[in-house]
């Protein structure tokens, strides 16, 4: 099972498709501030001076993770932050059902729609062990930082 994991093709797979996710996602909320801003102040985690700041933090951080994974420019300590992302929404998420809130969960902006529930953990879950591979593993594969040029 380690030989699948830690294979080049695989990793650098899953590299890609995490780094368009990311980029899409952080496209899409840039695209729709509103209702990304809307979405975060559903949560009723944050106060309301920081929603604002964080709706506009949110998305750049991912764009960053989703370029560098796409580009292999350090593959380990993005996959971490990445890792740490996913831990905090699948918690946003987990949180929102334990107090029986009924709110998308703005994940895509308005193109997804879906509210949060256990599938969206699902989800995330399965997100989260893509970066948790990665930053385990790494990926150099096809790197603008590869000088081996494997």
């Given at each position: 099972?380690?030989n699948?994991?830690s294979?080049?093709?695989?990793?650098?797979a899953?590299?890609?498709l995490?780094?368009?996710?990311f980029i899409?996602s952080?496209?899409i909320?840039?695209?729709?501030?509103?209702y990304?801003?809307?979405?975060?102040?559903n949560y009723?985690?944050?106060?309301?001076?920081?929603?604002?700041f964080?709706?506009?933090?949110i998305?750049?951080?991912?764009?960053i993770i989703?370029?560098?994974?796409?580009?292999g420019?350090?593959v380990?300590e993005?996959a971490?932050?990445?890792d740490?992302?996913?831990?905090?929404?699948?918690?946003?998420?987990?949180?929102?059902?334990?107090?029986?809130?009924?709110?998308?969960c703005?994940c895509?902006g308005?193109?997804?729609?879906?509210?949060?529930g256990?599938i969206?953990?699902i989800?995330n879950?399965?997100l989260l062990t893509?970066c948790a591979?990665?930053?385990?593993?790494?990926?150099?594969?096809l790197?603008?930082?590869d000088?081996?040029?494997k």
């Amino acid at each position: 099972m380690k030989n699948i994991l830690s294979n080049n093709y695989f990793l650098f797979a899953v590299r890609l498709l995490l780094g368009f996710l990311f980029i899409y996602s952080g496209v899409i909320k840039i695209d729709d501030s509103g209702y990304f801003v809307k979405s975060l102040d559903n949560y009723k985690l944050l106060p309301p001076e920081f929603v604002n700041f964080s709706a506009l933090l949110i998305p750049a951080i991912e764009l960053i993770i989703g370029t560098f994974l796409l580009l292999g420019i350090f593959v380990k300590e993005t996959a971490l932050v990445a890792d740490i992302m996913m831990i905090v929404f699948i918690a946003a998420i987990i949180t929102a059902i334990a107090r029986g809130l009924d709110i998308e969960c703005g994940c895509f902006g308005t193109s997804d729609g879906t509210r949060v529930g256990l599938i969206k953990i699902i989800e995330n879950f399965f997100l989260l062990t893509g970066c948790a591979l990665l930053s385990v593993f790494g990926s150099q594969f096809l790197s603008v930082t590869d000088r081996r040029g494997k």
